[in-house]
């Protein structure tokens, strides 16, 4: 019945402990030491590795390019500081299986040298593709979490013709408040993103989404955009996954993405209000991405604050400038509680991606018994994206995959909504997760076996052609040889012949001298 | 009326077709061996084919007939192979066997000679080489055949598990009484 009541507009979501009070009054630490080195992996963001373009032993100025994007969908990356290469080497990343990944290593000077920036002018005198290849030059992607290349969705708003820039402040996540505390403190550059951002998409008007529990930041936000009509900026009610970007389009616009389409679809592009900070630096400053603000919180961690992190610092020298009690911790996180990836070990470069480090002690965790099913539908009730959880992970369990991907399993987004509610708790989004990577490897397998068909036909066809040749080259060789002995041949009733004729001669010459003799 | 005749109509109908289908399944009836049915039953059902026959019931046939081992179904693993030697009362060794994990061949370039046996034998051209150069197992297109070991004479060429990457890395099915 109260279902009824509440807004249309917002399906499903849950209201955790927000735990953002730790960190939210606190100003963003800009005075993190130098590290030693820096550990910065090739690839940070979602499309094709950026392939190295520096060499062992080279010196690097802060900011220099150190490996290239390759092709339409992808990053490069810079240095984050000055000095020289240490290493290019695979080294373990920020991801729950610490698998090595490739990664530049930079041994830092201590001097800390920018090479030469060209800031424009005036940035917004730029041509609107000129700004989105500085942002793409620049190494900017989505800081929100998912990583995109964000020139490719500025150069994907600018030919869908859009109609609203959706900013997403929501950061529903619990723990985090790095946007929050960066919407206070540096409103103004963002706002002057966001309409860079609105020039390299010659789109009309924006709109920031914030939810209610950042006033502080909304009230930043909206002073910073009093003076320009076109960027609204609102408030969203806290409920997670506010900031899942179809929920907060959905909220705002009370239209809905569909399933297999993207939000260009309806006219409306999603950047996240971080990534609006760094077009800013990207184009007016001329400044790569190369830090950016993470939440650092958890009870382990006796100064919890956001701090300016250099990309590649090592998680365990952020946990050290934060004072976490390495000893208390029970579970390290890479993001927010609910979505984010729990790391093994903390001897692992922050990334673009990283929001926050977690650092929570076992007060903070715990792992209950998983109890069966009781079908109490909590989880449907609770889907953001309106899916039926227990249905699925029934499926799954019974390896019927097909049948999961039937029930709406590739619409699934992970936000673990699911997985919180569920009385029994069932790993859920843990099922979800097995499944999608299953999919993923029976896709891959059904292409390494049409590949290896394909190889088996070609090395077939070929060796069909050797075959015949070799057979026409018998052949040939025969036909040589047939021929030439019946040349010899010839040659020899000729020389028969001729020998005959010879004999003839001599005989008839013989007769006329005996006969000239008589 | 209409209610009766058509409580006659499928009665009867019922009572004919129930009865001609059990005629036809006790005179029509296709012979075959029911342990190659129960051997059948046990296997994984893909008819994937990595056995070498053509689909599960071929394979369960050989098995039966003794021309196969109980061994080999790769996606079975070794709860298969213990089911089937417990059904044909084979004795197999259990303590060497392991649950199929894609393997590739891999050249060791200390022992190589470069007698390009093994490329002439790989049905997918996955060893590149030359003669006398060492050669290289491209791990993409090779299907873990082992006929390339078999050729080696110098037993250079090995099996090894395929490396998990961070892209082919992917989560575990969760252990849960759900």
Not at chain 2, 77 to 104: C, N, R
């Amino acid at each position: 019945m109260l279902a009824l009541f509440e807004n249309p507009r917002l399906r499903g979501g849950i209201h955790a402990e927000e735990h953002k009070a730790e960190t939210s009054g606190v100003p963003i630490a800009l005075d993190m030491p130098l590290p030693k080195k820096l550990y910065i992996p090739v690839q940070q963001h979602v499309g094709k590795p950026a392939e190295p373009l520096v060499k062992v032993g080279e010196k690097v100025l802060k900011g220099q390019l150190l490996a290239y994007s390759q092709g339409t969908i992808s990053a490069p990356v810079h240095a984050p500081s000055s000095g020289e290469i240490a290493d290019v080497m695979d080294f373990p990343a920020p991801h729950p299986s610490a698998l090595p990944i490739r990664t530049i290593i930079i041994e830092t000077d201590g001097l800390d040298q920018w090479q030469p920036l060209k800031a424009p002018d005036d940035p917004f005198a730029l041509p609107a593709e000129e700004i989105c290849a500085l942002v793409g030059a620049a190494g900017v992607v989505g800081l929100g979490g998912a990583v995109f290349p964000s020139a490719v969705k500025l150069d994907l708003g600018r030919k869908n013709k859009i109609h609203t820039l959706l900013i997403n402040a929501g950061e529903c996540e619990p723990y985090l408040t790095c946007d929050d505390r960066l919407m206070q403190e540096r409103a103004g550059e963002i706002v002057t993103g966001i309409r860079l951002m609105l020039r390299g998409m010659n789109a009309p008007e924006a709109t920031v989404g914030i939810e209610d529990n950042k006033p502080e930041a909304f009230i930043a936000m909206r002073e910073a955009c009093a003076e320009f009509a076109n960027i609204n900026v609102v408030q969203v009610p806290t409920r997670y996954p506010m900031g899942w970007d179809r929920q907060m389009l959905r909220y705002l616009t009370g239209r809905e993405i569909p399933a297999d389409g993207r939000a260009t679809d309806i006219g409306v592009v999603i950047h996240n209000v971080a990534t609006a900070h760094a077009v800013y630096r990207a184009v007016c400053l001329n400044q790569p991405l190369i830090t950016r603000v993470v939440t650092v919180s958890g009870s382990a961690v006796a100064k919890p604050q956001n701090v300016e992190v250099l990309i590649g610092t090592l998680m365990s020298e952020v946990l050290d400038f934060c004072a976490a009690d390495k000893s208390r911790v029970a579970r390290l996180i890479m993001g927010g509680p609910m979505m984010g990836d729990a790391l093994p070990i903390s001897e692992v470069p922050v990334v673009k991606a990283c929001n926050g480090i977690l650092a929570l002690s076992e007060q903070d965790i715990e792992i209950p018994e998983v109890k069966p099913c009781i079908r109490c539908s909590t989880c449907v009730t609770a889907c953001p994206v309106g899916l039926l959880p227990l249905e699925m992970a029934s499926r799954i369990r019974a390896n019927q995959l097909d049948a999961a991907v039937d029930l709406g399993l590739k619409d699934c987004i992970n936000c673990g909504s699911c997985s919180y509610v569920c009385p029994s708790n069932i790993p859920l989004v843990h099922y979800f997760k097995f499944a999608s990577g299953e999919l993923y490897k029976r896709q891959q397998m059904d292409h390494k076996s049409e590949q290896t068909k394909r190889l088996i036909d070609d090395r077939n066809q070929r060796m069909e052609r050797i075959r015949l040749e070799q057979e026409a080259e018998a052949r040939r060789v025969m036909e040589a040889r047939a021929a030439r002995a019946k040349e010899q041949e010839l040659a020899k009733q000729k020389a028969q012949q001729a020998q005959q004729a010879q004999q003839s001669i001599s005989e008839a010459d013989n007769k006329a001298a005996v006969e000239e003799v008589r | 009326m209409y209610i009766l005749s058509a409580i006659v109509i499928l009665t009867a109908l019922g009572l004919f077709l129930g009865l001609s289908l059990g005629i036809a399944a006790k005179y029509l009836r296709v012979e075959s061996d029911p342990l190659i049915e129960k051997v059948e039953a046990l296997m994984p059902g893909s008819q994937c084919g990595q056995c070498g026959f053509p689909g599960c019931r071929p394979a369960a046939e050989a098995v039966v007939s003794g021309s196969a081992p109980v061994t080999l179904c790769p996606p079975g693993g070794t709860s298969l192979v213990e089911q089937l030697a417990k059904l044909l009362g084979v004795d197999v060794d259990l303590s060497q066997a392991k649950d199929a994990e894609p393997m590739v061949a891999r050249v060791s370039e200390d022992t190589c000679t470069g007698c390009t046996r093994c490329f002439k034998v790989c049905p997918t051209d996955a060893i590149v080489g030359a003669a006398k150069q060492i050669h290289a197992v491209v791990a993409d297109a090779c299907i873990g055949c082992e006929k390339c070991v078999n050729v080696c004479p110098t037993e250079c060429l090995q099996m090894h598990p395929i490396e998990v990457t961070l892209r082919d890395w992917r989560w575990p099915k969760p252990m849960a009484a759900a």
